[in-house]
């Protein structure tokens, strides 16, 4: 659904509001928060005819974000060089356009497995060996597990 998709790009997850998981290069710069803020009155000049929705739209600050095609935000570089393969009609070699594919799918599997064990953990009910051991214990009645090998 929808919903699912915004929430498996990150748009309705909490990242955004703590800032969201960096990656790209080491040298890419991904913060904006060495930007000084600008005073939109003196660079935005409007005119005279204009309307109240015209001055209200004119007051906002506008901060541009380049997200992939499975929704990760962009680094500059990496934006950049999405732009140049558009506008020349080629894209990069297959063998790093594979590896960037196998590494987009290990950081979404890791995801997903995050989430489940936080839901897990939520519900009080567990994945994986503890979630085995804990179903064992509520079967038997018992606190302990005898293990043979």
């Known amino acids: 659904s ?8 990150g748009e309705l997850n909490q990242k955004r509001s703590t800032g969201e998981e960096l990656r790209g290069r080491a040298k890419d710069e991904r913060n ?7 005073e939109l ?3 935005v000049k409007i005119g005279a005819n204009a309307t109240g929705k015209d001055q ?12 992939d095609k499975h929704g990760r935000l962009l680094t ?8 140049c393969y558009q506008f020349h009609g080629h ?5 790093n356009e594979d590896k960037r594919l196998r590494r ?3 950081e979404q599997a890791e995801a997903r ?8 953990a939520r519900d009080g009910s567990a994945i994986g060996t503890l979630g085995a051991l804990k179903a064992t214990q509520k079967a038997t009645g018992k606190a302990f597990l005898v293990h043979k090998t």
């Open 41 to 43: 009155d003196k660079v």
């Open 104 to 106: 987009i799918a290990m």
């Open 56 to 67: 209200e739209f004119a007051k906002r600050e506008i901060k541009l974000e380049y997200r």
């Open 76 to 83: 500059s570089k990496e934006a950049y060089r999405e732009l």
């Open 91 to 95: 894209g990069a070699s297959k063998k």
């Open 32 to 38: 904006y928060d060495n930007y000084k803020p600008l």
């Open 2 to 9: 929808f919903v699912s998709m915004l929430k498996s790009t």
């Open 113 to 120: 497995n995050a989430s489940k064990s936080m839901a897990a």
